[in-house]
């Protein structure tokens, strides 16, 4: 078992800038991919970011691709959503979710999820 912690959510105003992370504890070997997906209300939710566990190379969807920036932290085992000029569209309930294989995209295809933690942007 994985377990996912989330912290950093919060209200901000369009422009700034908030982090996000995620903390990992359990059977962290396990973890190939690690992501995180958002939900704004009455939408599906959809793929942000994605990095590899072992060799940190990540994906980005296009419409935060420039403006967030995803990390890792080996010894703690946490991975980090660096989230700049923010608008109000990236309002959403953010969560982070981890796969025991690779997952790509898809969050039908990842394992274990955090319980979300809420980002709102005030134009």
């Known amino acids: 078992q994985v377990q996912l912690v989330e912290s950093g959510g919060g209200l901000v105003q369009a422009g700034g800038s908030l982090r996000l992370s995620c903390a990992a504890s359990?059977?962290?070997?396990?973890?190939?991919?690690i992501a995180w997906f958002r939900q704004a209300p009455g939408k599906e939710r959809e793929f942000v970011a994605r990095?590899?566990?072992?060799?940190?190379?990540?994906s980005y969807a296009d419409s935060v691709k420039g403006r967030f920036t995803l990390s890792r932290d080996n010894a703690k085992n946490t991975v980090s959503l660096q989230m700049n000029s923010l608008k109000p569209e990236d309002t959403a309930v953010y969560y982070c979710?981890?796969?025991?294989?690779?997952?790509?995209?898809?969050?039908?295809?990842?394992?274990?999820w955090g319980q979300g933690t809420q980002v709102t942007v005030s134009s």
């Open positions: 979710a981890a796969a025991v294989t690779l997952a790509l995209r898809r969050p039908e295809s990842y394992d274990y």
């Open positions: 359990g059977r962290t070997f396990n973890i190939y991919d």
């Open positions: 990095i590899t566990w072992s060799g940190g190379s990540t």
